[in-house]
């Protein structure tokens, strides 16, 4: 099969798989109400952020060029917490707000990521990881410290810990979606400098490839989708890290062909798993995130045994 | 990739088959004219109970294990993942919840129209009288709810009268939680305690709840503690506290309901009697 027949097999199962798990849920086949104004901005919040976690996973990973890169590399997850904490502590609840506040502070900790790791006008890609990391650790340091001295307060950022597609308004949902899919339409329009800057960056430079500027539009295009899905479900990993690698086992390295497929894939694996973790203990809620892992990982085993360059990139 | 879809589509299929064999018998019931209430606090939960709004209780969550009767009404998740098919499910007229611990869900709630009132949850025995008011003026029950605090209240002053037969105030230290979670003062386990005749340890701090060093613990030197989660056994245990007053004299409370000290309901009282009994028994021996 030709890539672009696998793509369309996969958008086929994609809505497909949307649509069986519209019947799924905690209280079974639900009646009207429930399913439009519960469960469909859930299986739709799915999609967003399922698309938005693996496009972004698969953009790292090409232009950090490390397998292990997710799209919460630099750090996004304990900004966006961060975020959200301080607004508790001076007692703001407003759902809204706490989401600018969570959207705000990622896209301000990946603009820090940035400029630290910018020397001469170049950001290498080691210190560009190093200060994501850096950075993550320093909010998530911040958040831990003021969740032990402010005990109660912060309870309710427990949520941006443990991710969950639960909470979604349709408002929030909206604006994520199209954050998302702005995100995901101008990563398309780099696939091919990103499949050359995968086979490093000088011989892009000898290619015509304007390094710096592309890397900087791809990096803040990723963030962004990454912030757009931490702010509205809190940190579902694995799905970022994961999908990319499996979408490279079935159709290639490309990135013309990675990144729609990623995006796929990665609202297929989070739908399935949102559906598991509603379905399999009710009304009691499974963490989506420790599924997608559950699910994810023996198929990836799977993957690297009978496929070889399941590994490459 | 045709294995990966088919996959995935078995998984799917295996789903609605595992949710239509283990579906117990959630009927959608339909909305009368009675009151339907779904509490998403154990605390209210007890609350309404004491009210004698049992019957008119839907769902509660799973938390909510306090009266007996409570474990048996329909389950909506817990309190910080309630669940919103279940709620909606279940046509609640009246949801009430605990302003510290859902506010995402609440926002939700009311978007669809589901009328929620948010309690305030209590620091204070004070704020637990207006509480108990504010739940009851919320059903309509604004008398019964003057008579549970009318209740508590003579009984909270039985227990202080009695504490001033005390010589003198013996400290404690309240462990609520492993490693070595307290309370201070703005607390109502902290006053509850006080009242009784002890003096908490960790009074000094202007906060509900602290994780505080076992070092702070063993330098303050507490005559008695008060655990609900380690046992006496565990406690004198652990390393250097066998300096400590309470273990040396043995005067250690374990095995303590901590739903008394800790739901701030009506129910707190009854743990202010509990404790003094067994409080008193320790400083005379």
Same mark, same amino acid.
């Given at each position: ?35 439009? @104004?519960?469960? +469909?901005?859930?299986? !739709?919040? /799915? $999609? ?10 698969? &953009? *790292? ?65 080691? @210190?560009?990881? +190093?200060?994501?990391? !850096?950075? /993550? $650790? ?10 032990? &001295? *402010? ?87 694995? &799905? ?74 | ?285």
């Amino acid at each position: 099969m030709r890539p672009a027949q696998r793509l369309f097999w996969l958008l086929l199962a994609t809505l497909a798989i949307g649509g069986i798990s519209l019947l799924l849920g905690a209280v079974g086949i639900p009646d009207w109400n429930i399913l439009v @104004t519960v469960r +469909l901005p859930r299986i !739709i919040l /799915g $999609l967003v952020v399922g698309m938005g976690l693996a496009s972004s996973g698969t &953009v *790292f990973q090409g232009i950090l060029r490390n397998p292990l890169a997710d799209p919460f590399i630099l750090g996004t997850t304990g900004a966006a917490t961060a975020g959200v904490m301080l607004a508790n502590l001076f007692g703001i609840h407003n759902y809204y707000f706490l989401y600018c506040m969570a959207l705000g502070f990622a896209l301000l900790s990946i603009a820090l990521v940035y400029r630290i790791a910018l020397i001469d006008g170049k950001s290498p890609i080691q @210190t560009l990881v +190093l200060a994501g990391v !850096i950075v /993550g $650790l320093f909010f998530n340091s911040l958040v831990f410290i003021v969740f032990s &001295v *402010f005990y109660r307060e912060s309870f309710n950022v427990l949520f941006y810990l443990l991710g969950t597609l639960a909470g979604g308004d349709s408002v929030l949902i909206t604006v994520s979606g199209i954050l998302t899919i702005a995100g995901f339409g101008v990563s398309w329009l780099f696939a091919r400098e990103l499949n050359v800057l995968t086979q490093g960056e000088e011989a892009a430079l000898h290619l015509g490839v304007e390094v710096e500027s592309v890397k900087r539009i791809l990096f803040v295009t990723a963030s962004t989708m990454a912030a757009a899905c931490v702010a509205v479900a809190g940190m579902i990993g694995f &799905v970022g890290l994961i999908v990319p690698h499996m979408m490279r086992a079935i159709i290639g390295a490309d990135h013309r062909y990675l990144l729609p497929a990623s995006a796929l894939g990665g609202a297929v694996l989070l739908m399935v798993t949102d559906a598991m973790a509603r379905t399999l203990a009710p009304p009691t809620e499974i963490p989506v995130g420790a599924l997608t892992a559950l699910l994810g990982a023996p198929y990836f085993i799977y993957l690297l045994h009978t496929r070889q360059q399941a590994g490459e990139f | 990739m045709k294995k990966l879809l088919l996959v995935l589509f078995l998984l799917m299929a295996g789903l609605l088959i595992y949710q239509l064999l283990v579906r117990r018998g959630t009927k959608t019931l339909p909305s009368g004219r009675g009151e339907r209430i779904i509490s998403l606090s154990p605390t209210l939960t007890e609350v309404l109970f004491a009210l004698g709004e049992g019957e008119q209780i839907v769902g509660v969550t799973r938390y909510c294990t306090y009266p007996p009767e409570a474990k048996s009404k329909e389950k909506v998740g817990d309190f910080l993942n309630p669940d919103l098919e279940k709620i909606t499910q279940l046509r609640p007229d009246l949801v009430l919840a605990e302003r510290w611990s859902s506010t995402k869900i609440v926002n939700r709630l009311r978007g669809m129209g589901i009328s929620v009132v948010e309690i305030p949850s209590p620091q204070s025995i004070h704020e637990i009288y207006e509480a108990i008011q504010t739940v009851g003026e919320d059903i309509g029950k604004s008398e019964q709810a003057r008579a549970i605090v009318a209740d508590m209240q003579r009984r909270v002053d039985i227990v202080t009268r009695r504490a001033a037969n005390l010589s003198r105030q013996p400290s404690i230290y309240i462990e609520i939680d492993l490693p070595s979670w307290t309370v201070g003062r703005a607390s109502y386990t902290h006053q509850a305690v006080t009242l009784c005749g002890a003096r908490n340890i960790f009074g000094d701090v202007e906060k509900a709840a602290l994780l505080v060093s076992r070092e702070a613990i063993i330098q303050r030197n507490p005559e008695v503690i008060l655990s609900f989660e380690a046992s006496a056994d565990q406690i004198r245990r652990r390393p250097g506290w066998g300096e400590i007053s309470a273990v040396r004299h043995g005067r250690i409370i374990d095995h303590f309901d901590r739903d008394l000290f800790s739901r701030g309901n009506q129910r707190l009282v009854e743990g202010m009697e509990k404790f003094q009994v067994r409080f008193e028994a320790l400083m005379r021996e």
